[in-house]
């Protein structure tokens, strides 16, 4: 079945780095834009960054731009978040996600379960 | 940025009512790209609604969604014990924005 799986989170300081991965499953990987999110905790959800299917084009929130970077590997069907400079305000559960269709523009219909990422000193 | 802003914070009701969930966007959501969910404590988000009126696969007809331009309803016509969760409304026409969430509780 189609499933997607998050892992690489855990406790770090501030200032320093940490590197999520996402390991999809069930459908062909290298046809779909993929995308992190996150949720700080009690709080609403908040989209991360985007990759177009073959890693040509990428997409930020401003909240993130410059400090993050996403990437992906089609032959293994696994997505990356490269998180640098990491503050307070980054603690949060990260999911990545599909859109519909798998194009850019669309809901969001397949989700992981989640990697809690917590940056405190 | 469209800033999608969901009322009330919290619902109190019973099984088999009726639940009336709305969501207002500060700007027009184009080709009414809205989108429902529904988040259970420890659970990934699961999708109800997109184009702001289409169930998703599997999703029961109790739910249904509603509205266009900037004011969007989620409406849950029975609810059901299983339904008592924090729904999100979310925008995909520009970038990708979300409500604060609407907590649908037990009375």
């Known amino acids: 079945q189609v499933q997607l799986v998050e892992s690489g989170g855990g406790v770090v300081q501030p200032g320093r780095s940490l590197r999520l991965s996402c390991a999809a499953s069930?459908?062909?990987?290298?046809?779909?834009?993929m995308h992190w999110l996150r949720q700080a905790p009690g709080k609403g959800l908040e989209w991360v960054a985007l990759i177009s299917y073959d890693g040509s084009n990428k997409y930020f929130a401003a909240s993130v731009k410059g400090r993050f970077t996403i990437s992906r590997d089609n032959s293994n069907n696994t997505l990356y978040l490269q998180m640098n400079s990491l503050r307070a305000e980054d603690t949060a559960v990260y999911y990545c996600?599909?859109?519909?269709?798998?194009?850019?523009?669309?809901?969001?219909?397949?989700w992981g379960q989640g990697t809690m990422v917590t940056v405190s000193s | 940025e469209i800033v999608l802003t969901q009322s009330p914070g919290t619902l109190s009701l019973s099984p088999g009512e009726r639940a009336t969930l709305s969501c207002r966007a500060s700007?027009?959501?184009?080709?009414?790209?809205l989108a429902w969910y529904q988040q259970k404590p420890g659970q990934a988000p699961r999708l109800l609604i997109y184009?702001?009126?289409s169930r998703a696969t599997g999703i029961p007809d109790r739910f249904s969604g509603s509205g266009s331009g900037t004011d969007f309803t989620l409406t849950i016509s029975r609810l059901e014990p299983e339904d008592f969760a924090v729904y999100y409304c979310q925008q995909y026409g520009s970038s990708y924005t979300f409500g604060q969430g609407t907590k649908l509780e037990i009375k």
């Open positions: 069930g459908f062909t990987f290298s046809y779909y834009a």
């Open positions: 700007q027009s959501v184009s080709t009414s790209y």
């Open positions: 996600a599909t859109a519909q269709g798998g194009g850019y523009q669309g809901p969001f219909d397949i």
């Open positions: 184009g702001a009126s």
